[in-house]
């Protein structure tokens, strides 16, 4: 099975530069260069900050660009955004019984499991008692299916000392940890936020993130008080789940330079 993970489309009311930049046209030649290259995937999930500040206007952008996409989407919710208006304007987006947009999704390979990590106020991520007790519910109703994680937040640090400040609250990010532990199901944790190739194992579970459609963080591994911008090139993630393994190629869609023949892989060449 084939899925598209993208991330943090960070979309503004029309006209609306974020960083000097629209953010519009990245994601309209991911919806092309997706259409044209994966229309055999099942679905693409985008993990969240849909729009930079949470404006209505955002939201229609963002809709209306993807209506363009010939397979179905999810959302995640991230910390730009603003739930109600999501909710309001997008069937797909699901709230749980206590109002958190996270929701369960069937698949051939197991559930995907979309949770909610966000609370008002601050860019960090929450996970409050009621959502931990929507997600154990989804764990047990699993019965030991493969259980596959998409959330904005990651739940531990990543070594980027001024995105690691609004990561998902610490202790709750060990709870987490310890919750997936118990279940023992959980095979991989997609997510946002970090607008950063980032790949890795937590608790013996594989993790990735990818960089975001229109600004980017640099590679800065030691300051602290200031979060690093760049605009290296927007990418999504080709997600290939087969029977033994989950593949994750990093996709840099808008990359210009020569497309050239290397040579055939079965005769000799140099
Ligand atoms: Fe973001």
Redesign the pocket.
């Known amino acids: 099975m084939k899925i598209i993970h993208l991330t ?1 489309t ?1 979309f503004g009311y029309t006209g609306q530069k974020i960083y000097q930049r629209s953010p519009i046209p990245a994601l309209e030649e991911a919806v092309k260069s997706i259409n044209k290259e994966h229309s055999d995937a099942e679905m693409m999930v985008i993990t969240g ?1 849909l729009a930079h500040a949470g404006h209505p206007e955002a939201y229609q952008n963002l809709k209306s660009t993807l209506e363009k996409l010939t397979i179905p989407y999810h959302l995640v919710i ?1 910390n ?1 955004d603003d739930r109600p208006t999501i909710s309001e304007l997008f069937n797909d987006f699901e709230m749980d019984q206590d109002g958190f947009a996270q929701k369960v999704i069937n698949t051939e390979k197991g559930l995907f499991i979309l949770l909610d990590t966000v609370i008002e106020g601050t860019h960090a991520g929450y996970y409050c008692d009621k959502r931990f007790a929507w997600l154990e519910e989804q764990l047990i109703k699993a019965n030991n299916a493969p259980v596959y994680i998409f959330m904005h937040h990651a739940p531990f640090d990543t070594g980027i000392p001024a995105m690691d400040v609004i990561s998902l609250d610490k202790s709750q990010g060990r709870r987490l940890g310890e919750l997936f532990d118990k279940y023992g199901n959980v095979k991989h944790l997609f997510f ?2 970090y ?1 950063r190739p980032i790949a890795g194992q937590w608790r013996g579970i594989a993790f990735s993130t990818l960089r ?1 459609m229109n600004h980017q963080v640099r590679l800065d591994l030691h300051r602290e008080d200031m979060i690093q911008g760049c605009f290296e090139e927007p990418q999504y993630c080709v997600v290939l789940m087969e029977e033994d393994r989950t593949l994750i190629h990093y996709h840099d869609y808008m990359h210009q330079s020569e497309h050239f023949n290397i040579g055939s892989p079965v005769e000799a060449h140099i």
């Open positions: 943090d960070h900050d991230g730009h946002g936020h607008h975001g």
